[in-house]
């Protein structure tokens, strides 16, 4: 008997084994199949001239067509220089998760630390609805809160909301205020495995908190730091359409359309459905190079990586 159909049958035999654990896992086979494989078929109206009387079988072939439709469009530049833009800025504010979980990790385990982890994971459970509708009632120049503020002080208010150069910071740090607490948790999770004997060992070496911070939290976080970076790089292009388009308004436009929400006003709103698909895939190539990209830079500088 050959190793091919030696492994072959161990394999099948192994089946048979755990034929019970199969079938609870058939499901979720199914599932997936039918809601992330299935649907890849309608990729090819990015490549057609979609008619949905016709569907996407009985469409006519438009090749490129549509792709350089967007590449020529003066629409193109400026969703991704806005894309970018918000992508980049919200990347600069990922290590700060981690330092949220280094402050939690040094704090005596008593009813003071469990009251300020609540208190900083409950902004994640406010639905993105309400979170602008509270930043609309805050922000507001006249009513809300910082335009009393201003006007308190003598000051002339801002209109946070309506301004065009400050709606990525007015995105960033919200989205901050409201995740960091929860983006934190895995972080305290991947800290409370390390060894306490390690702590020990340094206290008895004379290490100060800081020291026990640099050379060994530190370092215990980078696998799961990397992991994470990688997969929020790949999504780079892939900024959040419900709050941006909720936040979006005549006076901020210029640096609010982003591709996720072009894409959705060209597509259900003008019903172009054949350029809203060439621009989402677009989108989700650009994604998938640059996750390849960063998890092989990530494989050779620190030996971490997806794969």
Not at 69 to 87: E, H, P, R
Not at 116 to 123: C, G, I, L, R
Not at 247 to 256: A, K, R
């Amino acid at each position: 008997m050959s190793s091919g159909q030696f492994s072959t049958g161990r394999t099948w035999a192994q089946i048979r084994r755990n034929w019970g654990l199969y079938v609870l896992l058939f499901p979720a086979v199914i599932l997936t199949l039918l809601f992330a494989y299935k649907p890849m078929y309608g990729v090819l109206i990015a490549f057609k001239d979609y008619s949905p009387a016709s569907g996407i079988g009985g469409s006519p072939w438009a090749g490129l067509k549509y792709f350089e439709k967007f590449f020529n469009s003066y629409q193109f530049s400026a969703t991704l220089k806005n894309t970018l833009v918000i992508s980049l800025y919200s990347m600069v504010t990922f290590p700060i998760p981690i330092m949220l979980a280094l402050m939690v990790n040094q704090m005596r385990p008593n009813r003071f630390r469990r009251f300020f982890q609540t208190v900083s994971y409950m902004p994640h459970f406010i639905s993105t609805v309400v979170m602008v509708g509270l930043m609309l009632i805050l922000f507001s120049p006249s009513t809300g809160l910082v335009g009393n503020l201003y006007n308190l002080f003598g000051g002339d208010p801002p209109d946070l909301m309506g301004s065009s150069a400050l709606f990525s910071s007015v995105y960033v740090w919200s989205d901050v205020w409201q995740h960091v607490g929860w983006d934190s948790i895995i972080f305290i999770a991947a800290l409370s495995a390390v060894d306490p004997s390690l702590y020990e060992a340094a206290t008895v070496d004379g290490a100060s908190r800081w020291h026990k911070i640099r050379y060994i939290d530190i370092p215990m976080l980078m696998p799961t730091a990397v992991t994470l970076l990688i997969l929020r790089v790949g999504g780079l292009l892939g900024v959040g359409f419900e709050k941006v388009y909720l936040m979006q308004n005549d006076l901020n436009l210029p640096s609010s359309e982003i591709l996720s929400t072009y894409v959705y006003k060209i597509g259900l709103l003008s019903s172009q459905y054949s350029f809203s698909s060439a621009i989402n895939l677009f989108n989700t190539i650009i994604n998938f190079i640059l996750l390849i990209i960063v998890n092989q830079i990530s494989k050779k500088v620190s030996e971490n990586s997806l794969w």
